[in-house]
């Protein structure tokens, strides 16, 4: 069993920067893809960004492309997402998620069996 606990989001002014943490336990977390998904109020959770076990390939959407970078600390069993010129439909909270997959990565949320509980960000205008 795998558990996921964000951490890192609070209120933040237009043009900031911001980074969030995800910490995974469990006693064989090993080759999990892992990838950051956001909802927004009244909205469907949707995409962020995405990282491979093995190579650290990464994926983004078009939204966050250019601003946010996806990484993570395999042997702390972390990862991160560092937020810069944050505007404010950046505000959702945000979810960190897993699979059990060492090569690739998943852009859908239903193939991601393991979330944590969301950390909330908030940029103000």
């Known amino acids: 069993q795998v558990q996921l606990v964000e951490s890192g989001g609070r209120l933040v002014e237009a043009g900031g920067s911001l980074t969030l943490s995800c910490v995974a336990s469990?006693?064989?977390?090993?080759?999990?893809?892992m990838a950051w998904f956001r909802q927004a109020p009244g909205k469907e959770r949707e995409f962020v960004a995405a990282i491979t076990w093995i190579s650290y390939t990464t994926d983004y959407s078009t939204a966050v492309d250019g601003r946010f970078t996806i990484s993570r600390d395999n042997a702390k069993k972390t990862l991160y997402l560092e937020m810069n010129d944050l505007k404010p439909e950046d505000t959702a909270v945000y979810y960190c998620?897993?699979?059990?997959?060492?090569?690739?990565?998943?852009?859908?949320?239903?193939?991601?069996?393991?979330w944590g509980q969301g950390t909330q960000v908030t940029v103000s205008s």
């Open positions: 469990g006693r064989t977390f090993s080759n999990y893809a």
């Open positions: 998620a897993a699979a059990h997959n060492a090569k690739n990565y998943y852009t859908d949320a239903p193939r991601y069996p393991y």
